[in-house]
């Protein structure tokens, strides 16, 4: 499972779905991987900054 797709799959469980549903014809957490790669974007930059 890559970065983007664990965080993705948290951020589909927090706002309440399951991640193996679908929506239109794809699993729902594939939805959430747009704010998946923000996040992840964030922190690593917040982690330069503390480094």
Known sequence: MT???SVARTLCRL???DTEAEDK????????RDH???VIE???AA?????
């Open 3 to 5: 970065k983007i797709e």
């Open 15 to 17: 706002d309440g779905y």
């Open 25 to 32: 014809g794809r699993a729902m957490w594939m939805n959430y």
């Open 36 to 38: 998946a790669r923000q």
């Open 47 to 51: 982690e330069k900054k503390e480094g």
């Open 42 to 44: 964030a922190v690593e």
